[in-house]
């Protein structure tokens, strides 16, 4: 069994997705062929190393690798990673493609 993508867009989207309304705006988007290879290392690893928690059900690692704003409302996301992660388990993880997203610049309530 192959998993095909675990990637910072794909695991935010998922996030933002399953918590409930909450609003993901990226002011910027930088796609992988816009990377140095250093910053797409720092990204593919991340998303390797997360990837690898959700396929062993570790919920309180993948938690404390989420943005606050998820975080607060992780229920859901947690649920979701205890019902797939048995699924998943002898899965071999490949990362697709990179994208980062920056909305540094948004204020609350913006979007």
């Given at each position: 069994?192959?998993?095909r993508c675990f990637d910072f867009a794909?695991?935010?989207g998922l996030a933002a997705a399953l918590c409930g309304p909450v609003s993901a705006w990226g002011v910027s988007c930088t796609?992988?062929?816009q990377m140095t290879q250093a910053e797409r290392g720092v990204f593919e690893q991340a998303a390797r190393s997360l990837g690898a928690q959700i396929q062993a059900a570790n919920v309180a690692a993948?938690?404390?690798q989420t943005m606050a704003?998820?975080?607060?409302?992780?229920?859901p996301l947690s649920?979701?990673?205890e019902r797939v992660a048995p699924e998943i388990k002898q899965a071999s993880l490949t990362v697709d493609a990179l994208y980062s997203?920056?909305?540094t610049d948004i204020q609350a309530g913006e979007g």
């Open positions: 069994m192959r998993l794909l695991v935010a796609t992988e062929s993948v938690r404390a704003s998820v975080a607060a409302q992780f229920g649920a979701t990673i997203l920056k909305a």
